[in-house]
């Protein structure tokens, strides 16, 4: 990707990205989630010739589960469920088809994720998200050490 097409793509991916942040009675935060365009797809899809267009719709289809995070005392609480799950409600109302992220495989969140509606893959699984938007197969995976997690909308209007 060019420089100049990296800057002009750097301010649409800030205003494409999603914090929420979780507060309880007294105002404190007590749970954040951020979910962003994935700069995986987009640098890839960059490099293929002749898909300059599918670039801006890759930042408008597939997102990037950031990070998760309640704080210890607020766990069992079911916060950061709410965030994922309103992660999800936002980004389905905004046309999006694709929401992934990662965790470090030794924190065994599979089942969590799982329970939240999403697929987790085995060491060196991965999807393909190219195909459906580009034509070309693109796989996407976790890389060492990390666990991969996705949820695709079932339906497309």
């Known amino acids: 990707m060019s ?3 990296a800057d002009r793509l750097r301010p649409a991916a800030a205003s ?14 007590v749970g954040a989630l951020l979910a962003v365009p994935s700069g ?34 607020a766990r069992g ?9 309103r992660c999800v409600q ?14 470090e495989t030794g924190r065994d969140l599979g089942e969590y994720y799982t329970r939240q509606g999403f697929t987790v893959l085995r060491p060196g699984q991965a999807i393909d998200v190219g ?6 197969p693109i796989q996407l995976g976790a890389g060492p050490g990390e666990t991969f997690f996705y949820r695709w909308r079932r339906s497309v209007r």
């Open 3 to 5: 420089a100049a097409t």
């Open 16 to 29: 494409m990205s999603l914090p929420l942040v979780a507060q309880d009675r007294e105002g404190q935060v």
């Open 40 to 73: 995986t797809i987009v640098s890839t899809v960059s490099r293929l010739p002749g898909h300059e267009q599918h670039v801006l719709l890759s930042m408008l289809k597939y997102a990037k589960i950031k990070a998760v995070a309640v704080r210890d005392d």
């Open 77 to 85: 609480r079911r916060i950061g469920a709410a965030l994922l799950n």
């Open 90 to 103: 936002v980004y389905w109302q905004l046309d999006y088809m694709l929401l992934f992220g990662e965790f």
């Open 131 to 136: 195909t459906l938007l580009a034509g070309v």
